[in-house]
């Protein structure tokens, strides 16, 4: 969500800043809640403290990283088509089961 939210605010003309975690130490002692992170990365941003500008995702970078991740989805679906093959020939009857091994 907020990739899509830095891309469109971008692409709007809107100078979007990217905020690193607070420090561990800090964090823990002022508290943690959405409220005080939010106030934190503002207060970080008005400082001067955070001035990088996030990633374009655009470019073969981007197209790589998509492709890798459309991959990961195929490829998990196709183990779980496999498993779910392999458990109905395992547990159906004897009589629906071809004699040929290529389905064990």
């Known amino acids: 969500m907020g990739a899509g939210l830095a ?4 692409a709007a003309g809107v100078r979007v800043v990217e905020v690193n975690r607070p420090n561990r130490q800090n964090r823990r002692r002022r508290g943690k809640s959405d409220v005080i992170d939010a106030e934190a990365a503002a207060r970080a941003v008005l400082a001067g403290d955070a001035s990088v500008t996030p990633k374009a995702q655009t470019g073969p970078v981007e197209a ?3 492709l890798r991740v459309a991959r990961a989805g195929a490829m998990k679906a196709r183990t779980a088509a496999a498993n779910q093959l392999h458990s109905l020939c395992d547990t159906a ?12």
């Open 7 to 10: 891309r469109n605010l971008s």
């Open 64 to 66: 790589v990283r998509q």
């Open 93 to 104: 009857p004897m009589s629906c089961v071809p004699s040929s091994s290529a389905f064990r």
